[in-house]
């Protein structure tokens, strides 16, 4: 199968600072990157959907000045936690297809997880 | 809001026993997915299903769609420890805008097999 890489895979920031998690696709053009967020013991939460070339959607609840998402190739779409607090701190997982339409398989990212002092 | 109820929440079996695993929406499906993660790693594929009354097997692990396509089970037949972990089921659904689909996981099922 398609190989989606993530990096950092383990990140320790101090509260106020700035972090940048990258997502790549190795094999494979992504037309689309979805971020999601994992707290302990719970679901994958969706984040925001991006095409490449174009701005990200959010889903409900997500600010977009505080994660910015850039999509600015088709193998690579960049998440920035800014101004990061502790509540920020969880498992952030990328994923990747090839199309839009559900007959693409989405490849995820072995994930990021981020802890902010 | 959680378009998919996953259930049970938790499991704990004893090794050998069999389990299932449901996964229902109340709109049609057009893929669901299911995979296996251990927390704080990533996602394993384990099976797609498109087709209403589709069902696929690997190993010891069988998965069905119903025809409505509205609701998946997961089986596992004869636990065992290495079956441990989180699974969820995921289905791709319509974005806001309507051009995109994304997918959306249930709230997951911890699995704990006991030796």
């Known amino acids: 199968g398609a190989v989606v890489s993530q990096h950092p895979s383990r990140v320790i920031c101090k509260s106020g600072t700035s972090v940048k998690i990258e997502c790549r696709s190795l094999?494979?053009?992504?037309?689309?990157m979805f971020w999601y967020r994992q707290f302990p013991k719970q679901s994958l939460m969706l984040m925001a959907t991006s095409n490449e070339g174009s701005k990200a959607t959010y889903e409900q609840g997500v600010e977009k000045d505080k994660f910015l998402i850039n999509h600015a190739s088709l193998t690579l779409s960049t998440l920035t936690v800014t101004s990061a607090h502790p509540e920020d701190s969880s498992f952030y997982i990328c994923?990747?297809?090839?199309?839009?339409?559900?007959?693409?398989?989405?490849?995820f990212g072995p994930g990021t997880r981020l802890t902010v002092l | 809001s959680q378009e998919l109820e996953q259930s049970p929440q938790s499991l704990i079996v004893q090794e050998g026993k069999n389990l299932t695993i449901n996964c229902t929406s109340s709109k049609t499906l057009y893929g669901l997915y299911w995979y296996k993660q251990k927390y704080g790693e990533g996602l394993i594929f384990l099976m797609m299903l498109q087709k209403g009354g589709e069902e696929k097997s690997h190993e010891k692990i069988t998965a069905k769609l119903d025809e409505k396509k509205q609701q998946s089970s997961l089986h596992i037949t004869a636990s065992q420890p290495s079956h441990a972990g989180i699974y969820l089921c995921g289905a791709d659904i319509m974005g806001r805008e309507g051009s995109n689909y994304k997918l959306t996981f249930g709230k997951g099922t911890l699995l704990t097999v006991n030796p």
């Open positions: 994923s990747a297809k090839e199309g839009l339409a559900p007959v693409y398989e989405q490849f």
């Open positions: 094999d494979f053009q992504a037309t689309t």
